[in-house]
């Protein structure tokens, strides 16, 4: 049998250390792929400092009406990031018309970016049914509106825990399509997002490839894809349990972040210093 050289030796075994960090932080070359494609620096480093300073912390999800949903184990109030294996960046600060919602794969950091088409909330009634709602603020390309308040339609922006999955309303064509709960930890950005049922969904209005490409329809708040590709992203970052994963004990999922908003106006090392974590819902911080 050929023998191998230092350098074959050498180069596999960079690969297999790669492939088997465990360290949690994104690649330099995903980073790459990322300002590439338009995504913001800003975004990026908001991310990195959170990654690098909260990801082994615990939060308390916020009291809710809907308990049972919204703390997926009806007497557990506490998550934390138990999916190390990818992050997600959906970045508002870009048009609808961009690929948005990006996957960063953690466990293969020679991996190309994943990239989706996503939407964005309304924040406004469209069918002026309900007269406490303004006419919709937000145009189909751009969200300039946030908010955490119930009934407001709106993107909510801010950091997040991905939880279990379930059947939801937006079941698809063939009814088989996932649906993923989001839990909001930051403080007044996004921690109603859970009893707000904003969630990671399907919609046929929003569409990867053909004549329809693109995004055409704003949400209630909710991150919608492309049916044909919601169940492959649920599956990727999604927390435990579920109507499709009954019996599953863990909890927390994935980082899931949204930037926009009052987000863009923070410094670029705010999450790198010790007073952003008044920003979230640390447990010591509720103590």
Not at 7 to 29: D, P, V
Not at 84 to 108: A, E, G, P
């Amino acid at each position: 049998m050929k023998s191998l050289s230092f350098n074959t030796i050498l180069f596999t075994g960079l690969i297999f250390s790669a492939f088997t960090s465990q360290a949690f932080e994104i690649s330099q070359h995903q980073e790459q792929d990322y300002l590439k494609s338009g995504g913001s620096p800003k975004a990026l480093k908001h991310l990195k400092c959170f990654m690098s300073q909260f990801h082994k912390e615990t939060y308390t999800l916020k009291s809710s009406s809907i308990a049972y949903r919204c703390n997926n184990l009806e007497e557990n109030r506490e998550i934390a990031i138990e999916n190390r294996d990818y992050v997600v960046l959906v970045d508002y600060s870009q048009q609808s018309k961009s690929r948005r919602f990006f996957v960063f794969d953690l466990k293969n950091p020679i991996a190309s970016l994943k990239r989706y088409f996503v939407s964005h909330g309304r924040f406004g009634n469209t069918s002026h049914r309900n007269t406490q709602l303004a006419p919709n603020r937000n145009s189909i390309l751009d969200v300039e509106y946030y908010s955490n308040v119930l009934g407001s339609n709106a993107s909510s922006e801010g950091f997040y825990i991905t939880g279990h999955v379930y059947q939801g309303r937006w079941t698809g064509p063939r009814g088989d399509k996932k649906s993923l709960v989001l839990h909001g930890i930051s403080r007044n950005k996004n921690d109603n997002a859970c009893e707000r049922l904003v969630v990671v969904h399907g919609n046929s209005h929003i569409r990867e490839s053909g004549s329809a490409e693109g995004v055409r329809s704003m949400s209630s708040g909710c991150f919608m894809l492309d049916y044909d590709h919601v169940n492959e992203v649920v599956d990727l970052i999604r927390g435990g349990g579920g109507a499709f994963y009954p019996g599953e004990a863990w909890v927390g999922g994935s980082l899931f972040y949204a930037f926009g908003g009052s987000e863009e106006n923070l410094a670029d090392d705010y999450y790198c210093e010790n007073q952003s974590s008044s920003s979230l819902r640390l447990n010591y911080s509720m103590q």
